[in-house]
């Protein structure tokens, strides 16, 4: 089970995500555990395949916005550089990329679990 002890540890600013969620901590991390499953990391990977610009964009646009709202700090910072390389249409391999915030996701993915 996720707590607010590992979150600090995964580099999450608890207090700002706690924050958002007025201060309820049952609230926080049931949110952060619904994380790993979000659609849109599939999207992300999918659609970045197909070199779907676009459509990636919408993605990691959306991933960025709840990482950032729950303070994933380290994953947000991940999503945000590829969110403007991709608003910026860079052409380029985005597997590095990609493969470090899947990795982050299943890390997240496996504290939640324990």
Do not use: W
């Amino acid at each position: 089970m996720i707590t607010m002890e590992k979150l600090k540890e995964f580099g999450a600013d608890t207090e700002e995500g706690l924050g958002r969620c007025y201060g309820n901590e049952a609230l926080y991390l049931r949110l952060v555990g619904m994380i790993p499953d979000e659609a849109n990391f599939d999207k992300l990977k999918g659609s970045l395949e197909q070199n779907d610009l676009d459509s990636a964009f919408e993605a990691a646009h959306a991933l960025k916005g709840v990482l950032g709202n729950l303070s994933l700090t380290p994953m947000f910072e991940q999503c945000s550089e590829i969110t403007e390389l991709l608003r910026a249409r860079t052409e380029m391999d985005y597997t590095p990329l990609l493969e470090k915030l899947m990795d982050q996701r299943n890390t997240l993915s496996a504290l939640c679990a324990e």
